[in-house]
């Protein structure tokens, strides 16, 4: 596996950790994953930070969510950084999903994702 290979599957792996419910509801396993500078625009048009993600997602999350994953693809922009961007459909809602992860001292983590909402039937 090359090194490229390597920082992409990193960065998917901690993806779909934080889609884990087990891992959302834990704010110390969700903040291992979380770059200290973390923000997000989240499909429901809100902005979130660090602090506000690991306060709001241990509580707000169903132990029994499951949201599916589709198209999921990343490539690596720089050698500490790489895109991810990927489908999902939970409750049926539909979004894009795009992220960026940063490889620290403390392994990938996520620096930014939105989310953003779609119709798959339209246009």
Known sequence: MT??????KAAIEGELRL?????RRSPELL???????????G?????WDRASTTARLPVD???????????IQGVQ???DVVHL?????YNGAHAHRSSLWRRTH????MYFHQGTPFNPGGA
Do not use: I, K, M, N
């Open 3 to 8: 090194e490229q290979e390597s920082a992409v």
């Open 19 to 23: 889609l884990d419910p087990e891992v």
């Open 31 to 41: 903040g291992s994953l979380l770059h200290p500078e973390f923000h997000e625009f």
């Open 43 to 47: 499909s429901s048009g809100r902005r």
């Open 61 to 71: 999350t169903d132990p029994h969510r499951y949201v599916v994953t589709s198209e």
């Open 77 to 79: 922009l720089a050698p």
């Open 85 to 89: 961007t990927f489908d999902t459909e």
């Open 106 to 109: 403390a392994g990938w983590q």
